[in-house]
């Protein structure tokens, strides 16, 4: 069966670094979109950052160009987001997730993806 695990979190500074992981197994994790999705205290889940089955396509929050990047290893099924100049307004549960196939045509939409990660949490301060 699918799973998704995260790992990578914690409490850093403002301006600080952290870089989040995600082991994928269970299905053909190359074939699939994936995104990094997160939800902060009181306020709706929001798609991150997104990366397309052969990293060719990535997209990303307005509020994190240029601060954060996602990549993905396909051969070891693992999906990366490095966060630099984190701000307080990141601080959240950063969601691993996998698209419902490969075509992803709306990866910013929530509903694009039906596989979730436990969560790791993102503190900033």
């Known amino acids: 069966h699918v799973q998704l695990v995260e790992s990578g979190g914690g409490s850093v500074q403002a301006g600080g670094s952290l870089r989040l992981s995600c082991e994928a197994s269970g299905y053909l994790y190359s074939t699939f979109c994936m995104a990094w999705i997160r939800q902060a205290p009181g306020k709706a889940r929001e798609v991150v950052a997104h990366i397309s089955i052969v990293s060719s396509g990535t997209g990303y929050l307005d509020s994190v160009k240029g601060r954060f990047t996602i990549s993905r290893d396909n051969a070891n099924k693992m999906l990366y987001l490095t966060m630099n100049s984190l701000e307080p307004e990141d601080t959240a549960t950063y969601y691993c997730?996998?698209?419902?196939?490969?075509?992803?045509?709306?990866?910013?939409?929530?509903?694009?993806?039906?596989?979730w990660g436990q969560g790791t949490q993102v503190t900033v301060s």
């Open positions: 997730a996998r698209s419902r196939s490969g075509s992803c045509p709306n990866p910013f939409l929530l509903s694009e993806y039906n596989y």
